[in-house]
């Protein structure tokens, strides 16, 4: 069972086939047509519309440690609470490209966007993964 990311970055380099990850970066937001119970829930910590505000593929090889994604993703000056991520497996010998990874992202912050995170991990910001429900 994967607790943190750096399980995820061991499993990754144990399969068959090179591996390449997707990222997407999402801040909580409290949507403004939101109801006094979901004001009053957010302010307790949960709930909140998911915001993409990053996205980014990455071989293993480039992000061995989930403090060196953080510091990336800082660079940005995006704000994140969240993020979520997905594999991509290659094929004979190979990781999948960045152009070929361009539509999975796309399809992936698109579906983060419309509340469809069933198919991704989440992590918080210390690399642990959480559970949404």
């Not at 995170?117 to 210390?126: D, I, Q, T, Y």
Request: with cysteine; proline share 7%.
């Amino acid at each position: 069972m994967l607790r943190n990311y750096a399980d995820l970055y061991r499993e990754a380099r144990q399969q068959p086939e090179p591996q390449r990850f997707l990222f997407v970066f999402c801040r909580v937001e409290l949507p403004e047509d939101a109801s006094d119970a979901e004001r009053k829930s957010f302010e307790s910590g949960e709930g909140g519309a998911l915001t993409p505000v990053v996205c980014v593929d990455k071989l293993p090889s480039d992000v061995p440690d989930f403090d060196g994604l953080v510091k990336e993703s800082e660079a940005t000056g995006q704000r994140w609470d969240m993020v979520f991520v997905a594999a991509m497996s290659g094929r004979a010998g190979f990781p999948p490209t960045a152009d070929e990874a361009r539509q999975p992202m796309s399809m992936m912050v698109e579906a983060v966007r419309m509340g469809s995170v069933g198919n991704f991990l989440a992590m918080n910001r210390a690399g642990e993964f959480v559970a949404l429900d």
